[in-house]
Each structure stands twice: as structure tokens, then as C-alpha cells.
């Protein structure tokens, strides 16, 4: 099955970026939250379809750097190398809007994630004590990793 990463479109993508949005965290942004990213001129907003959206990946730039706010997958569509794609993808994107640093947070107990990002040629620059709430009741607070890249 063929796949392609393209640039999201607020009017046609919004309903399946929500959905997958609901599937894969725990604290989903609305719909509104996600319209105002996807219409936000800072904001590289890249969906890979296979060929309906199955992953997305949100970068907020500022100047010369960029943020990856968000990526996920469809859970049914995990374990074929898409987060890469769009990982790959969106670092193309912004080197040739001349971003030159690419950061990100992430729990640091999201091992997949953390693989990931490694694989794209992250490292760890620090740590947030503390900084995501509890996932289900009774467990502590969890760190935060900060990673970037060099593009």
C-alpha cells in the first residue's frame, strides 16, 4: 500500500486529524484547538495518508527554530514506520523553510517515542521534573525529556 505525506488541510482534513487526535492521547485537543493550529501561519501541519489520514505531525516555527507540538498515529496503524515518515518529512519541510534546530518534550517513559526520536538523530539536552500530570489515579507526575536536532 503506497503512502504520502502532504500538508494538512483545515478544510477537508480536520473531522480524521481529529479522530486520530481522540485515539492517541489521554488529554485530546478540541477541534477549535486544532483548527487554530492548522490555520496558524507559524504552524507546519503534515499528514501522512494510506491512503486516508492515518498520522500527523504538528511543528510550531519561530524564526530559525521549530517545535514538533504533536505526531501521532492511528493505534491500528502503528508499527509500519509512518511517525518515521512524518518525522522525516516535516524535518524536510522545515529545513527548507530554513529552520535550523527542531526541539521537543516528551514523557520520558514513552519509550517508542524516545526511540524514534533518536533514530531521527535527537539527543536529550535536559529534563522537567515532574512536568506531566499523572496518568491514572494514584501514580506520580512524570518527566519530561527535552531532544533536539540539528537540521
Not at 47 to 61: K, T
Not at 65 to 94: N, S
Not at 104 to 130: K, P, Q
Amino acid at each position: 500500500m503506497s503512502s504520502e505525506v502532504k500538508n494538512l488541510n483545515p478544510d477537508t482534513d480536520l473531522s480524521a486529524l481529529l479522530q486520530i487526535e481522540q485515539s492517541c492521547f489521554s488529554t485530546p485537543l478540541s477541534e477549535l484547538q486544532l483548527l487554530k493550529q492548522l490555520e496558524s501561519p507559524r504552524i507546519v501541519a503534515l499528514g501522512l495518508f494510506a491512503p486516508e489520514l492515518v498520522g500527523f505531525a504538528i511543528y510550531s516555527v519561530v524564526l530559525d527554530e521549530a517545535e514538533l507540538l504533536q505526531i501521532g498515529v492511528f493505534p491500528t496503524e502503528r508499527g509500519r514506520g509512518y511517525a518515521g515518515l512524518l518525522m522525516q518529512a516535516g524535518m524536510g519541510a522545515l529545513r527548507e523553510q530554513g529552520v535550523v534546530r527542531l526541539m521537543l518534550e516528551v514523557r520520558a517513559s514513552n519509550i517508542a517515542a524516545c526511540t524514534l526520536y533518536e533514530r531521527c538523530g535527537f539527543i536529550v539536552d535536559g529534563r522537567r521534573n515532574s512536568y506531566y500530570p499523572a496518568e491514572a489515579e494514584g501514580q506520580e507526575r512524570e518527566d519530561a525529556l527535552l531532544m533536539s536536532v540539528t537540521l
